[in-house]
Structures are given as C-alpha cells and as structure tokens.
C-alpha cells in the first residue's frame, strides 16, 4: 500500500477532532442538534485552517444514514463515500478552473434535480472569490431561494472579494489561524499515533514556522520525519528550517543581560555558519523579551503563552529576569523588533544582526561601568608640544612632583577623554540651559526633533529626564516619538534612562525657541547690513530703487 501523507492522514472526520476551531464548531453544532439550517455557509480563513474539512464533516452531518445530528456515525455508506471523495450528492468544485457563467449555469441546473442516493444535496464551491462577476451574478437567485434539498457551502481566502450581494445571502463563519501552543499540542498527539517519540522543542518550531495552518504543520512534520531519519530533534528541525530556537535565543539573551560581548559574537558567528534565519532569530528574541517582562512582573502564566517555553527554559529564564532590570528589558524588546526591520538595509543579514547585539551591549548599564576605569586611564603626557611621548598606562601611586628646570616650560597633562567619556559626563551636566544644545548632539529626524526641539528640561533624577511640553505642541506626543527620543538619549548619555513628558501652559527654554531668536537675529542682522550697503544707497538715490520686503534672506553656511 503506497504511503499517505500526514495531512491526509489524519484529516478530522468529525467536529470533535478539528483544532483550534471552537467557536465555529459550536455554531454549527447547535445549529445541526437545533435543525436549524442555513441553505448556503460561507468559511473563510488563510490556507490549511479546515475550510474543506469542514465542509465535508457537514455534508456527512447532512446526509449521515443514522439521521442529521452534529456527530455522523462515520461507519455508514454515505459517510465512507464521502471521506473517501466518491459521494455522487457531495460536489466539490474548484472556482479557479471552474470560474465562468457557463459552468455556473450548468451546476445551478444540476441543483434542480432531486439527490441520487443522499438527503440533500451538497455543493461545495472552494476559493469562490475567483468566480467572475457573471458567474456570480448568474447564483444569486439560486444562493438565496435554494431548493429544499439543495446546501451551499462556499470558501475563500479572500472574502474581501467577493459581492456583498452574496455575502448578505450567506451564513458566514470566520476560521482562525491555529495558535503556536495549540498546534505543538496538535503535532504531539499525531506523533503518538505514528509511534514516534516527540522532542517538544522540535514542535514548537514546527507549529511557529507553520504560521496558523495546520495543513502546513502536518507538511513539516512530515518533511522532519524524513529529514531525521523516522526521528524528530530540534536540531535537526532547525537546521532543517533555517531558523534559530528558543534555547539558543536564550543564550543570545544570557550574554546580553551579563554584558558578554564574546558569547553574543560567537552565537552570531554560529547562526552565521549554520545559515541560520536571522529574521526569526529577532522574533525568538522579542518573544522572549515579553516574557522576561512578564517574570519580572510575577505573570509566569502569561510568559508561557507568548514564548511556548519548555520547562527547562522557563527556568532559566526566571534567573535571569532577576538579573535583568525592567528597563533593559524593554529597551531589548525595542531594539530587536526595529533591527527586524533594518535587515534589509544592513550589508548582511549576520551584520545587521550583530550590530542590534552590541547596540544593547553599548547601553547595558554594567557593559558601561565596566569599560570606563580603561578609557579614563588614557592619559598623554607631553613635555613639549613637538616630542609627544608614548602612552602609558595610569599609576595607581601618587604621581612623583616634577621641579620644573629654569628655560624649559613645565610639562602639562593632554587628556585624550573618547567620546563615550564625555557622553557618560554629560549625565550630570544637563540643566535648562544646555538642553538646548544636547537636542542638537541626539541626531533626531522627523517628529521625534520636533518633540525635543519644543520641550524644555525640567529635571534628571534617577535615571528619569522630566521634560516640559507646551500645550500648544501636545499633539507632537506619539508613542513612536517618545521611544525614539528615549533611546537616543540612552545611546549619548551611555546609560539606560526613562524620559517623561509633562504638557504645560509654559515652558522655559526650548530648542525651537532659540533657534527661531537666531533665525529672526540672522535675517534683522542681513536686512540691516544691505540697508547700510553705499551701493544700494546709491541706487535708491540714483534711479529712486526700492527694497522689496520678504526679498531679502541671510547667507547660510
């Protein structure tokens, strides 16, 4: 007997066995427990979610040899023809090769004809949007003043497609994609079945990659079957699907919470030579940032559900959501979700990746404190300006006092301070008056410059930037402003901060309202020097000239 493919295999032959389906289940349980049925349904919903199975579990709840009920014997005639595609009362038709009015016409005069062997008649017309406007024209009639022994049940991926003088004639049921937890859970009860041992982390990587379908779970299953040899390993099913899993993102996460920049290095480097999806690696990353959040908020529940974690790896990620503050937290969640996005502008995909990295590693608060004692200790000492000696590393003994010697000028220390020194600093320099520049120094663009140009320092305490907004510029706050301005404060000042706006009647001063005083000093100071110009006063006078007013505009540059 040649072999069947797992989705065909274990195709669901009642309602009790669909997955991930309940609240269509339960209409149309009730409806057919009820008698109460509709002439035409309409299932929509992506690729491989039980559109068709639907269909032909209710066409066997229709035409069940035991009486309509919402749970079919499955053991009578009708009920086998019907799994096996040979009832002559269950048509299914392909609209995409069957799209035209002429075929249209031909099964709506089929339908008048009484069942040959069945209670009713069951037409099923699949992915229905591609029907021509004709074609369904030529239905509407039919779709909506059925004869008696006549179903319709149409599906479409794509409802959006379709008139809405079809939609209004039919019951209509929304199929959801199957969610991760349950299409892992789905995959192990099949694997129990085939009697082979499942590895749990190996089925979430299937259920993530299958993205809701679980037609295309049950296809990767059987494509890691065969990849592993009749064996099922995340190993195997990772390097199968280019992708990354969780427990390796965990080491990514373990290296960035203790400021490793060897061990995030090497796992790129790892990903890189495995041809490694650095797309779901961000992903992997981003879910675990969520449930790192929700640990450190004691909502394990909720961790579990957004990262689909094994018990081993909950653990670990428990230890390190002590490790971790509530603030680097986010800001991992923050720079993984946007470098998903700058993939595509990065030099390679490994580049790109590896730059996120050393970005959060550039504002972990203990990767900081650690780096700075080196930085601080270059020193360049200089004895003339035309001999620099070479740089030497700082004592730690109390420096031996030069006596200066008569002719020859006393040697002064050159401090070479890099610029991360001098961000660090500047943490406890800000005040309302150097705001102004520091806006200047963050290199924003868009709305997020203006949001900083139009507000005024208040305060900076522990680790929270207080900042005045005007009323008048309230609607500048946006979510994505704030964050952007956020993170390029934490990026120059060298550290994790928190930045709040608070909307006030008057603000002190701002960016914006120094750099409309220059402009307006500029333009007096240009109208000024070409009203004193001898030239243009000898023109007034000469040929009775005049000064055009607006027409006048200072040099820039």
Known sequence: MSYQVLARKWRPKSFESLVGQDAVVRALTHALDANRLHHAYLLTGTRGVGKTTIARILAKALNCEQGVSSKPCGVCSACQQIDAGRFVDYIEMDAASNRGVDEMVQLLEQATFLPSVGRYKVYMIDEVHQLTAHAFNAMLKTLEEPPAHVKFILATTDPQKILVTVLSRCLQFNLRQVSPPQLSSHLEHVLAGEGIAPDIKALELIARAAGGSVRDALSLLDQAIAHGGGTVQADQVSQMLGTSNISRMLGVLSALVQGDVTAVREQTSQMAAGALSFESALDDLSRLAVSLQLMQFDASDGAQEFSSLAEDDAIQLRHLSAQCSR??????????????????????????????????LAIHPGHASVAQPKMAAVVNLTSTPAEPQAIKPAQHDTPRKETPQPGVPAATPNVSAPAEVKQQSAATDISAESWPQLVDRLGLKGMARELAQHSAFLSFSEGLITLNLPATHRQLLMPASEQRVTQALSELLGTAIRVRFDVVEQVG?????????????????AVAAIESDPLVQELIDVFDAKLIDGSIRPVTG
């Open 327 to 360: 603030t680097y937290a986010q800001l991992i969640y923050q720079v993984a979700t946007k470098a998903r996005g700058d993939l595509r502008l990065a030099p390679d995909a490994a580049h790109g990746f590896l730059m996120a990295m050393l970005r959060l």
């Open 509 to 525: 001063v701002t960016a914006a309202v120094l750099k409309k005083e220059a402009a307006e000093e500029r333009q007096n100071n």
